[in-house]
């Protein structure tokens, strides 16, 4: 298998820190969609990160798909997924919060760095942010509740979206979510990034080695 995309995008690190702790090797390569646009269209028209070309060159793409068809890769060696109805649902309510938050922080850092200054709407601008602090805020909430693993042998899905998302938030965005109102969450992903597979996987513009 062959994962397209740049370590600096959150979707596609969940996806390389999740397919280590699934036991699947894949071959990483370090596309941008910007820089890199040509050469991503020619490997998916659609340009969209992560990409995920199987090993009979279908490609899929969208992070939480790439992850199902991971899990059934995996099959009863490894899930990351919990089978109890009730710790599913809290495992599927953190991904949810942590996605959320991340998918406003793209906003917040795109608002900034791809419209024009004099063309930013401060209305917009002032809503996502709110959605941003309201999404971690329930995030901080359900891991102070029930405190996720942050080992290899334990660590689920949601620890791992959690911890990933986090951590891309404070790269861009550390003065709109501070990371002093959020101290669960903080402690929780400076364990997490001590995982060998998230060292293997650092964000960043860099590679995963195979």
């Known amino acids: 298998m062959q994962l397209i995309g740049m370590l600096d995008s959150p979707y596609v690190r969940r996806i390389a820190v999740s397919l280590q702790l699934l036991g699947l090797p894949f071959e990483h390569r370090s596309v941008s969609v910007f820089r890199g646009f040509d050469e991503f269209s020619r490997i998916n ?9 199987c090993d009979d060159g279908t490609v899929l793409m969208d992070s939480t798909l790439i992850l199902q068809y991971a899990e059934g890769l995996a099959g009863v060696r490894r899930s990351l997924m919990p089978t ?14 942590a996605l959320a938050g991340c998918e406003k922080t793209v906003q917040i850092v795109y608002e900034h760095g791809l419209r024009p200054a004099e063309k930013v709407h401060a209305p917009w601008l002032a809503r996502i942010t709110a959605q941003a602090l309201a999404a971690y805020g329930a995030l901080e909430e359900e891991l102070a509740r029930r405190p996720p ?5 334990s660590i689920d899905q949601a620890g791992v979206t959690a911890a990933v998302v986090w951590h891309f938030t404070q790269s861009m965005l550390p003065q709109v979510v501070p990371a002093k109102d959020f101290p669960v969450l ?24 195979v």
């Open 45 to 53: 028209p659609v340009v969209k990160a992560p990409t995920l070309v």
């Open 84 to 97: 109890g109805a009730a710790e599913r649902q809290h495992a599927l309510r953190v991904i949810g919060l």
């Open 149 to 153: 693993a942050a080992d290899s042998a």
């Open 186 to 209: 903080q402690a929780f992903t400076a364990r997490a990034e001590q995982m060998a597979q998230f060292r293997a996987a650092p964000h960043g513009d860099g590679t995963y080695p």
